[in-house]
């Protein structure tokens, strides 16, 4: 309906009617706002912030939005089965079981363990202890300490023996195996060994009371039994030159040099002193001894040797 404009009051005191009339004129203006403001939302509702009747209708009929009776019974339905579910078969946040309930684990299947210090169990269900896997590590350190210290002197070694295999005349390196090794050893060229005594001893005057001039020599020569010929011979001999000085004094002991000789094949070694020397010479098996005087040219001279050791190899 449209807005009628209120008739203001009309007095002989205008005083009194200005008072009155402010209002009214406000109320008046207030008035017509409003209806302007109805006007433009039957105009434009949405515009406006206001929802049409169509709009509301249409919502309040879209079932997707609006939960029905039937949907809200089946919720309520499914709440309480999941409520009686959750009561019989949950397990409260704070709870136990007995150790029946609980399976163990195992190499083919999950489950709880027990934990284990040993470092020496052979169980498959339980779970080993900081303490022993410390334990175990310490050892394992220690092994490999252990193993690469035989390793370094196991290499040390096996340089040793092959640097011997070769000094003997062998053939090996340190690229072979053990068995190589063991096989270069098997091959290494044998060398053999033979010892005795050869029986120097001489009485009497095996020179004929010679009186040539210096040196005067005895030679015995000797055939050693050895079986092979001879790379090294040791000989120990010892000898003494009696002469006659004086035909008042008879015969006077002069002692030769006594040792060790080592003869080559083809060679001479020999000793000496002041009274004379002793030298031995070797060709194949055959040694010859030479024991020479070096004292009183052209007095009569002869010679006492003892029993003499030898050692030959091959």
């Known amino acids: 309906m449209p807005i009628k404009q209120p008739r203001r009051f009309v007095t002989t005191d205008q005083g009194?009617?200005?008072?009155?009339n402010v209002p009214i004129d406000t109320l008046y203006e207030n008035d017509q706002a409003l209806a302007e403001q109805i006007e433009n939302i039957k105009n434009d509702p949405a515009g406006n912030d206001i929802a049409s009747k169509a709009a509301l209708d249409s919502h309040i009929s879209d079932t997707n939005l609006h939960v029905t009776a039937a949907k809200q019974a089946t919720w309520n339905a499914a709440e309480g089965n999941a409520k009686k579910y959750t009561e019989q078969y949950a397990a409260p946040k704070a709870h136990t079981h007995p150790a029946s309930?609980?399976?163990?684990?195992?190499?083919?299947?999950?489950?709880i363990v027990q934990i284990n210090t040993s470092v020496s169990s052979t169980s498959t269900d339980q779970a080993a202890a900081p303490i022993a896997v410390k334990t175990a590590y310490d050892r394992a350190n220690e092994a490999y300490s252990r193993a690469d210290q035989?390793?370094?002197?196991a290499v040390d070694l096996k340089n040793k023996i092959v640097g011997a295999i070769n000094g003997k005349g062998g053939s090996a390196n340190t690229?072979?195996?053990?068995?190589?090794?063991?096989?270069?050893?098997?091959?290494?060229?044998?060398?053999?060994?033979a010892n005795g005594n050869l029986n120097l001893s001489i009485s009497g005057e095996p020179d004929g009371g010679q009186t040539a001039a210096l040196p005067a020599v005895m030679t015995r020569t000797?055939?050693?039994?050895?079986?092979?010929?001879?790379?090294?011979?040791?000989?120990?001999?010892s000898a003494s030159v009696y002469a006659i000085i004086s035909m008042s004094s008879g015969w006077n002991q002069f002692s030769l040099p006594s040792g060790l000789i080592t003869v080559a094949p083809d060679a001479q070694g020999d000793i000496s002193n002041t009274n004379g020397s002793i030298a031995v010479s070797l060709s194949g098996t055959t040694v010859t001894v030479f024991i020479k005087s070096g004292i009183y040219s052209g007095a009569p001279r002869r010679y006492e040797a003892g029993i003499s050791l030898w050692w030959a190899i091959e």
């Open 101 to 111: 309930d609980l399976p163990s684990a195992s190499t083919q299947a999950r489950g």
């Open 175 to 193: 690229d072979m195996t053990a068995d190589q090794i063991v096989a270069s050893l098997n091959n290494m060229p044998v060398k053999k060994y």
């Open 150 to 153: 035989a390793f370094t002197q």
């Open 16 to 20: 009194h009617a200005d008072v009155l």
């Open 222 to 237: 000797f055939q050693l039994p050895t079986g092979f010929n001879i790379g090294r011979l040791f000989i120990r001999v």
